[in-house]
């Protein structure tokens, strides 16, 4: 006995099917290479926008000007840096409209020698007092 679907389950289904074959991404990652930083020498229209290069392979594309949805953490904030990795999405898919929604930044060697010390000191510690 064969398994029949009612009109509403093909649509449904069929609608699940077009959007599961949907090839277009969702974002990029990308690397920043100039900040325009919010200053009083910057066009206010370009305060807190990024130029981003994405490397697919051996092709690269270049975003001008795209706006940072990225705040600080903290008290001191420098903006983003050079080569600092961005997470780049588009409004309604449209590739023309870049927005930076997210930022990773690789940890100095001077950060990874002092995280390496106060771990080293912490399980020193804790091995001579069994915690």
């Known amino acids: ?18 959007g599961a074959l949907d ?8 690397y920043v290479t100039k900040y325009y930083g919010p200053n009083h020498f910057n066009d206010p229209a370009i305060n807190h926008t990024v130029d981003v290069e994405v490397r697919t392979g051996q092709q690269v594309t270049k975003y001008n000007n795209v706006p940072c949805f990225v705040y600080s953490q903290g008290i001191i904030d420098h903006g983003l840096s050079e080569n600092d990795r961005v997470w780049i999405q588009f409004i309604n898919g449209d590739q023309k409209q870049p927005i930076v929604t997210a930022f990773y930044r690789d940890p100095s060697q001077a950060e990874m020698f002092w995280n390496d010390l106060k771990y080293g000191v912490s399980e020193f510690f804790h091995s001579l007092f069994h915690f």
């Open 1 to 18: 006995m064969a398994y029949e679907q009612s009109e509403i389950s093909k649509r449904i289904a069929g609608q699940g099917k077009e």
């Open 23 to 30: 090839l277009s991404s969702p974002g990029l990652i990308g």
